[in-house]
């Protein structure tokens, strides 16, 4: 095959490289297109367009294949930790056991909040959104960490932002949620992993229910979560870190990107769909009839996938974590009852079948966080807690890539035509 496009414009003949992947993905490098026509390619959600080049994650929608740096997302669940995949994602490799415990143990020396950044989250509304909070204390540690502000930062710098903001999440999280309920924050434990430390740092105490097993299907998750590809938040963090904003900024900007209920919201929409069903009586096989009809507006939550056209290979692996949740906590909840009953009807359902429409991520992720205890409004924020080493790459990524600019998107002017201004007497 040849390693150029010809694209003939106006009477011109352009020949375009053609840039092949590691996985044998194909792109035309577009890149002298207006230069040398005037022209540029319009590309609504950019479905189309590639705007990087990456080795962080390899994600096949049609295959039902997501790997990071290359090990298969199935193997890094069975057998690694959050904290692993953490520094997998950043590095390029799998730790050695003193790498390991080193990353470990400069996420535990994180043990508390700064005390302004903790008054900061106590001036919140107790009912406020968390994201809001979440978002505005990652800013805020700008502050306390000026230098992790430069745009120059070594590489050393870059290192000891990654267990900095690992163990500043999970502590905002835990302030916020406390707070929202009216009790003191806790601080961080250097005799709990990372999930585990998370549990106590919301409940705490012996209604906690934090066993190894509920701990370890948290853990699960967050690997499940830790990054996929260049997503609306993580492209967003790339496109505020190219004009070379700091870490703080940038993943501020990936948290505001992923409050959306298109993206990070889709678990919260689960359950608020599964409470909807309640509320109208529980009949599940009618939302699902509502679902199959095109002239109905109801939509069924947590099924199918954008990019996934086969099935989301983490759904079949937080399935499993999800039933360890329910069996170890003994949950008894109706709005559980009700998931449990969608799924095993839609999974048979040839409507659903034919269309590849199986329980994803979000799914199974929204009924984990519920019997856990986690608010429904919380759910976004734990996805946060989950991709932050993932935008974390893709920010390192970017900023170490010889030759990067500042993203400048061109568009399509559809407006007016020159007019001349007239005085507001003559409107």
Not at 16 to 27: D, F, H, Q, R, Y
Not at 170 to 176: D, P, R, V
Not at 237 to 251: H, M
Request: some cysteine; hydrophobic content about 40%; charged content about 25%.
């Amino acid at each position: 095959m040849s390693d150029t496009a010809k694209l003939e414009l106006e009477g011109k003949t352009l020949e375009l490289p053609i840039i092949t992947g590691s996985e044998g993905e194909k792109a035309i490098d577009i890149r002298q297109l207006r230069a040398n026509t005037g022209f540029v390619t319009l590309d609504n959600g950019f479905m189309n367009s590639g705007s990087c080049e990456s080795a962080i994650t390899f994600l096949n929608g049609e295959k039902g294949i997501l790997r990071y740096r290359g090990y298969p997302i199935e193997q890094l669940a069975d057998s690694s930790s959050f904290v692993e995949v953490a520094y997998l994602l950043t590095y390029g490799n799998l730790p050695t056991q003193e790498q390991l415990n080193t990353l470990d143990q400069k996420i535990k020396n994180i043990k508390q909040l700064p005390e302004g950044l903790l008054q900061l989250i106590q001036t919140f509304p107790k009912d406020a959104h968390p994201m809001g909070a979440i978002s505005s204390a990652m800013v805020a540690l700008s502050a306390y960490h000026p230098e992790l502000e430069k745009s120059d930062m070594t590489a050393e710098e870059m290192d000891n932002a990654l267990p900095l903001l690992m163990g500043y999440t999970k502590l905002i999280l835990g302030a916020f949620y406390r707070h929202a309920q009216g009790k003191a924050p806790l601080e961080s434990s250097d005799e709990k992993d990372y999930a585990s430390d998370f549990l106590n740092l919301m409940f705490n105490g012996p209604g906690a229910n934090i066993t190894p097993a509920v701990a370890k299907a948290l853990d699960v998750l967050l690997i499940l979560h830790a990054d996929h590809e260049q997503n609306c938040s993580a492209s967003t963090v790339r496109v505020v870190g190219s004009g070379q904003a700091n870490i703080f900024a940038s993943i501020a900007s990936g948290i505001n990107a992923l409050w959306g209920k298109l993206h990070g919201g889709a678990n919260q929409a689960v359950l608020e769909m599964l409470q909807e069903i309640q509320e109208n009586g529980g009949d599940y096989k009618l939302y699902l009839a509502k679902a199959k009809d095109k002239n109905d507006p109801f939509r069924l939550m947590g099924f199918g996938h954008r990019v996934y056209k086969n099935f989301d290979p983490r759904a079949k692996i937080i399935k499993k974590a999800c039933n360890t949740v329910l069996e170890q906590l003994g949950v008894e909840d109706p709005l559980l009852d009700i998931a449990k009953g969608l799924e095993e009807e839609a999974l048979k359902d040839e409507y659903f079948v034919k269309r590849n429409l199986y329980p994803n991520v979000d799914f199974y992720s929204g009924i984990i966080y519920r019997a856990l205890g986690i608010p429904t409004n919380l759910f976004t924020g734990m996805f946060v807690l989950g991709r932050l080493p993932g935008w974390m790459a893709q920010w390192r990524e970017l900023r170490e890539t010889p030759g990067t600019k500042i993203s400048r998107p061109r568009q399509i002017y559809t407006g007016s035509n020159e007019r001349d201004y007239r005085p507001i007497s003559e409107r």
